[in-house]
């Protein structure tokens, strides 16, 4: 029975997963997937395994987050454009969802993952235009700030595929 039930433990983790690459707290559906299954069978997954997965999705958070500011330091981009980077991409995800695109199902969470992108862009032209940067130099800033955001999305993914390994290793003999 505990076959069955670790089997279905890994469907729902995937299912779950997927939920990450269509930009929704998949990683923090795990975690909690994973602490139900750890208090129905404490011999089977310990709460080491649910502390290692919490803390691969609040990276996979902060990896999201911080990787479009990241992409405009290191294009010599100012605190400020970091800054406003991350602004921007923050409110570029919540104006996603709220506009939504006419996609069934997962309109919104596409849009919130592409505005993310743009408002990061965004944020990161006007905190660098606004802190003396030409418009060209800004312009160079903000695309790698809207592909550090992407890399950071695709990071947050990966590092859910992690906490999905963490599960089935503490689960095999």
Do not use: H
């Not at 994973?34 to 089977?44: G, I, K, Q, R, W």
């Not at 454009?81 to 996603?96: D, P, Q, R």
């Amino acid at each position: 029975m505990n076959v069955v039930f670790a089997l279905l433990l890994v469907i729902v983790l995937l299912g779950c997963w997927l939920l990450t690459l269509l930009g929704l707290p998949g990683n923090w559906l795990m975690v909690v997937a994973t602490s139900v299954y750890a208090c129905l069978t404490p011999v089977v997954l310990g709460w080491r395994t649910v502390l290692a997965d919490l803390a691969l999705a609040a990276l996979g958070e902060v990896v999201e987050l911080v990787a479009g500011a990241m992409g405009v330091s290191k294009t010599g981009g100012s605190r400020r454009g970091a800054v406003m980077a991350l602004a921007g991409s923050i409110l570029g995800g919540i104006l996603g969802v709220v506009i939504g695109l006419p996609i069934p199902l997962v309109g919104s969470v596409v849009a919130a993952v592409f505005f993310a992108g743009l408002g990061a862009m965004a944020g990161a032209i006007l905190g660098e235009i606004s802190a003396g940067q030409k418009l060209g130099a800004s312009w160079r800033i903000g695309k790698a700030a809207l592909w550090g955001r992407l890399a950071g999305t695709l990071g947050k993914i990966l590092l859910g595929a992690v906490m999905i390994l963490v599960v089935v290793a503490a689960m095999l003999p």
